[in-house]
């Protein structure tokens, strides 16, 4: 090529990598397939002028704000120079919150570059208030750019994409925060073991799952993150939970195969074993299988993981929790002094905590019913549980036996069908055992996508189709916060069957949680006697006896998580 895009770069650490060879293959792409299948497969990877050419082509065709600063604008502010920059002299911003910039095979002096870079885009931007991951971006960007001008136009893209449905970097502390918190929400429905282990390993879990953009973009070594950055650029931000998804199921299996000990240690020690194991991740994974692995994963659609970004930041903002503040430990969030419970310890209510989604794990348990204090009644149990939502079920059988329910809906929905039994909820509710031993029975949708079809379609990231296969500009989007459906809604999905999405009902006589072809729980008018029995919405085995007389029932709420 005429223009050298590799000026930035320390050849002796690359490889492989051809710097002078000119394109193998096609730059323009019109068959959106065969551009995905070229990043997956790691088509441009050594051939860096060819994947330069990729990048522009990517870059130039996202839809921008009409006014987006680009390399003319960084010429005349702060130059073009290619020579050596002292970093001091541009001072990181703060929105990086402290994020150093990786070298990623750049020479040393071009780290001053990239703080140039930044300290314009500061200035241009001056809406971004927390972007950690902003200089990991800019460092890979320098990589196939001609000159800073061009890397700074390149970034000014990214920052200034206002497709609908589609961002590419956090540039909020809402944004960023609530992210960390439906990565959460990932790990707890993708990968159980991962976060079995988490929960026995740190003291807040949350705290390990917030630097998971950071293993993505800045802590995976560059021959990884340039892999990344090929599918990042194509598909978008869903790639890094992927990726993020992938690395934690590999660091479980290290750990696994090491044979640790699971004991209770600070959280500092949990995320520093986690960046060694990124920073390392070459000695046990190749990027092909660390990619594999990442699509293997059978994910939300885009609009359910954008349903579930949203409900995480109403939340916080209800809170307060609009900037960067200490947050309370999670694992803690069940104080033991103020919690009692005649059915599980606080040690048990914390692992249940630990199952439910991020938003709520935020808040404190309050007990609204028992059967101890308001007596058995039907009634009674509606009248001090509507009104809430989400609500936590416990059920201790005269057995011994201990199981239960997280239901995401108001019970008040009921009342929708008149005295006829109707179910209501959504996919984020789930059934649990404590003893003999713990077990959690989720959606069967989650772990059998295949029940739901065409909700699952992993184009749907560039297609603009909804979950149905419909355009997005035929319905409204999700992002509208107005018109804010619920996360894993049955109607967002395509179901087979009615049979996998019957999650709670009630009326005078009964309530029943979990449907299909028999009732997970089925508990009687004077909350006496109670049936559990396989149902094909939870995939469950019976919960405990199958015909049980209750000894204690426990319905609690979640302080300040009043149904809207």
């Known amino acids: 090529m005429a223009v050298d895009c590799g000026v930035f770069v320390d050849w002796y650490q690359m490889g492989d990598v051809s710097r002078d060879a000119a394109p193998e293959s096609k730059i323009e792409y019109k068959d959106l397939k065969e551009l ?44 073009n120079s290619n020579s050596k920059r002292n970093p001091s002299a541009y001072p990181l911003p703060e929105f990086v919150d402290g994020t150093a910039v990786p070298c990623y095979c750049l020479k040393a002096e071009s780290v001053g570059s990239v703080h140039a870079v930044l300290s314009c885009i500061a200035g241009q ?24 001008a061009q890397c700074f136009e390149s970034v000014s893209r990214m920052l200034a994409c206002n497709e609908p449905g589609r961002r590419l970097l956090d540039q909020t502390f809402l944004a960023y925060q609530s992210a960390c918190m439906t990565f959460g929400d990932l790990v707890h429905k993708y990968c159980p073991a991962a976060h079995k282990l988490m929960v026995a390993t740190a ?99 885009r609009k359910e993981i954008t349903l579930l970004q949203l409900a995480n930041e109403k939340s916080l903002q209800q809170k307060g929790i609009t900037v960067k503040q200490k947050r309370q430990n999670v694992q803690l969030a069940v104080n033991a002094e103020n919690f009692s419970s005649e059915i599980v310890s606080a040690k048990e209510i914390r692992d249940i905590w630990s199952w439910i989604p991020e938003r709520f794990a935020l808040c404190q348990p309050q007990l609204l019913f028992t059967t101890s204090t308001h007596g058995c009644s039907l009634n009674r149990f509606y009248s001090h549980c509507e009104g809430y939502e989400p609500t ?37 509710c789930f059934l649990f055992r404590m003893k003999p031993e713990m077990e959690r029975y989720e959606w069967v949708v989650i772990k059998h996508p295949e029940l739901a079809n065409a909700a699952q379609s992993t184009d749907d990231e560039q297609t603009g189709a909804n979950d149905n296969g419909a355009p997005q500009s035929l319905e409204k989007p999700a992002t509208d916060p107005s018109h804010l459906s619920p996360f894993l809604s049955a109607r967002h999905f395509n179901l087979n069957s009615r049979n996998t999405s019957m999650f709670m009902a009630g009326n005078v006589d009964s309530i029943i949680i979990g449907g299909g072809e028999g009732n997970a729980l089925y508990i009687d008018s004077e909350l006496n006697h109670g049936r559990t029995e396989r149902c094909l919405t939870f995939d469950n085995p019976p919960l405990c006896a199958e015909s049980f007389q209750i000894a204690l029932l426990e319905v609690w709420g979640f302080k300040d998580a009043m149904a809207s």
């Open 203 to 301: 003291t807040d879990v949350l705290e390990v799952y917030s630097d998971w953009q950071r293993w993505v973009l800045g802590d995976l070594p560059f021959s990884f993150a340039a892999r990344v950055m090929d599918v990042y650029l194509v598909e978008g931000y869903k790639v890094l939970y992927r990726v993020a998804l992938a690395i934690l199921k590999f660091y479980r299996k290290q750990r696994a195969a090491a044979g640790s000990a699971l004991t209770k240690q600070d959280s500092a020690a949990v995320r520093s074993d986690i960046q060694a194991f990124v920073q390392n991740i070459g000695k046990s994974v190749t990027p092909d299988k660390l990619l594999e692995k990442a699509f293997s994963i059978r994910l939300f659609s």
């Open 36 to 79: 995905k299948q070229h990043a997956r497969s790691g088509q441009w990877a050594k051939n860096h002028s060819q994947r330069s050419a990729v990048y522009q082509q990517l870059l130039k065709a996202l839809p921008c704000r009409t006014v987006t600063p680009d390399a003319a604008v960084y010429r005349d502010i702060v130059g």
């Open 125 to 148: 931007f001056p809406d971004i208030s927390h972007c950690p991951s902003l200089p990991p971006v800019t460092a890979l960007l320098l990589h196939w750019s001609a000159d800073e």
């Open 392 to 428: 936590l079920m416990l059920i201790r059988t005269t057995d011994g036996e201990v199981c239960g329910a997280f239901l995401s809906t108001d019970w008040e929905e009921r009342k929708r069908g008149g005295n006829k039994l109707s179910f209501f909820g959504t996919g984020e």
